[in-house]
């Protein structure tokens, strides 16, 4: 089952001692592909992007991160979107490239708390220690592409797509629930 976006309300959905999961407020999100020298794109966005994939970059409420040689994960508040494009539609004609708005695609859900990271491991078989604090990585849960970004030791959001967003809470959900009884 699926749900239109704007059910998706930001905010704690399921809690215990252990772990929380929620929805993270709305962002603008874009795909940005490029190659070559990336100062023109670098200078149209005010940010130096991260060359190494999994790394993170940001400058003020603008993130990007790595995904791959040629790729990145922009996000944004809401209100940026529009000057991002057109910032980026100003260097096209010498530094073509494919900025992609993808902000209605997916959402983000926000999964902190001490057991954190052992709640991914439900659907995750990733070795999270790997991911270090500030980066992320595109990365599969319960078999859904999603791109996990960590914020802090027992933080972490969980981008997926919409379609995928009420069956991954599921599983969140029973994981939370889960670790809640084994606190008893």
């Known amino acids: 089952m699926t749900a239109p976006i704007s059910s998706f309300i930001p905010g704690v959905l ?23 020298d990336l100062a023109p794109i670098e200078a149209a ?7 190494r994939i999994g790394l993170r970059a940001s400058v003020g409420e603008l993130e ?4 791959g040689p040629d790729e990145w994960m922009l996000h944004a508040p809401e209100s940026a979107a529009a000057g991002i494009v057109t910032a980026c539609a100003g260097v096209y004609a010498t530094h073509p490239h494919s900025l992609v ?4 695609r997916e959402v ?14 439900l659907g995750c078989a990733r070795d999270l220690d790997t991911i270090a ?15 996990l ?27 939370v629930r889960e670790l809640a009884a084994e606190s008893r």
């Open 14 to 36: 399921t809690a215990s001692a252990a772990a929380r999961v929620g929805f993270a407020p709305r962002c603008a999100r874009f795909s940005l592909r490029a190659r070559g």
């Open 149 to 175: 970004w960590r914020d802090a030791d027992d933080s972490f959001r969980l981008d997926c797509w919409t379609s995928f967003a009420t069956h991954l809470f599921h599983l969140l959900d029973t994981g």
């Open 45 to 51: 966005l005010g940010l130096s992007l991260p060359t």
């Open 101 to 104: 708005d993808i902000s209605e």
């Open 108 to 121: 983000s859900f926000v999964i902190d708390g001490p057991r954190a990271a052992e709640l991914l491991t």
């Open 133 to 147: 604090v500030g980066e992320g990585r595109r990365t599969l849960f319960d078999g859904a592409t999603v791109i």
């Open 64 to 67: 990007a991160l790595c995904l």
